[in-house]
């Protein structure tokens, strides 16, 4: 399942309209889609036609262990299922205060559908708070919309310390792209913006962009994507190339991994414990672990992308080195201890 969160601190840049819109349209190329909304605002619900009365279970009563997640999913379209959120999810925050791990609240949740979708679509609320940190560890990779105001390049580059933060903090290494959204071509500011954009991240922005459309924005208000509301639209034909190139993206990454070989490591560790990984697969940077609940209890575990070969590691435990006790694999390390070896 490729997990896609659309994210920016700025609200007001399109986050939600293109969250809804590819989501459906890659439900009309026949992948199997589930768009989950972190935003307490529930507009992703709004813009669907799905009446907040309808919302039985959210994604709040998952964040809080009190469901599943399959008990909160609801099939809206062909092939697009949805959690939706409510105001309520606004208490999130202050429900998990101080506890450990909460940023892999949403992760953990994640783990029993894994194989059920092509494709994890996130909306995300303004900002950078829990509720955006759980979707972007959660992420493979983000989309950052961007429309042409100075406003929205300053929240960028914000965003982008985010990013950076999250991969030095906890080891989790995302993806990102940036992409132009309401861009009137009618302006020599939009242009200058969107020429800025392409310029300062030339492998990380879509070719395609976003151009204001009224169309669009009769479609939200009816409770429709572009798609559904109106095929002839400049939006439809906007969500529609920026859908290809994001499969045509997929396909690039899956080239370049074709070689690679995906190893889960799990240790099991007290639920309020700091777990991090470490080896000479990631120069001995510790890496955080994510609290998975199953059937057989919890389990900390992290995923980590290999070429072919032998590696050594260890799990750092509340600072104290372990190797894997489910390893029988080990060599001596130079501090008179032992590492656990794997091979790919």
């Not at 099939?75 to 208490?91: H, K, M, T, Y």
């Not at 961007?146 to 933060?165: A, H």
């Not at 939009?190 to 800025?196: A, L, R, T, Y």
């Not at 490591?265 to 000479?280: K, L, N, T």
């Amino acid at each position: 399942m490729r997990r896609i969160i659309l994210v920016n601190q700025k609200g007001g840049c399109g986050k939600t309209t293109t969250a809804i819109n590819i989501a459906c349209c890659l439900a009309l190329k026949g992948k199997k889609v589930l768009l989950i909304d972190l935003d307490p605002q529930g507009h992703s619900g709004q813009g669907l036609g799905v009446q907040p009365d309808l919302i039985e279970k959210s994604i709040y009563e998952v964040l809080s262990g009190k469901i599943a997640i399959e008990d909160a999913i609801m099939p809206v379209r062909e092939n697009l299922d949805a959690v939706f959120s409510n105001i309520v999810l606004s208490a999130f925050e202050q429900l998990m205060a101080g506890k450990p791990g909460r940023e892999y609240t949403l992760t953990g949740s994640l783990a029993g559908i894994e194989e059920k979708y092509d494709y994890l679509i996130m909306d995300s609320p303004p900002g950078v708070g829990l509720l955006s940190f759980n979707g972007l560890m959660a992420a493979d990779e983000a989309i950052i919309p961007v429309e042409p105001s100075s406003f929205s390049l300053d929240g960028l580059e914000k965003l982008l310390e985010t990013i950076c933060l999250v991969k030095e903090k906890a080891g989790h290494d995302l993806a990102f792209s940036v992409l132009a959204t309401n861009v009137d071509q009618r302006t020599n500011f939009s242009k200058k913006v969107v020429s800025i954009l392409k310029e300062k991240f030339p492998d990380n922005c879509f070719s395609t962009i976003i151009n204001s459309c009224t169309r669009v924005k009769e479609a939200t208000y009816y409770g429709k994507p572009a798609c559904e509301y109106d095929k002839k639209c400049a939006a439809f034909f906007d969500y529609s190339q920026l859908t290809e190139e994001i499969q045509e993206r997929e396909n690039e990454r899956r080239e370049k991994q074709k070689d690679k070989t995906e190893v889960v490591f799990h240790c099991r560790a007290p639920e309020d414990s700091m777990v991090q990984i470490a080896g000479d697969f990631n120069d001995w940077t510790p890496e955080t672990l994510q609290l998975v609940h199953g059937e057989n209890g919890s389990v900390w575990q992290k995923s980590i992308t290999l070429s072919a070969g032998d590696y050594q590691y260890k799990f750092l435990i509340d600072g104290n080195w372990t190797p894997d006790s489910k390893n029988m694999g080990m060599v001596d390390d130079p501090f008179g201890s032992q590492n656990s070896v794997i091979s790919v």
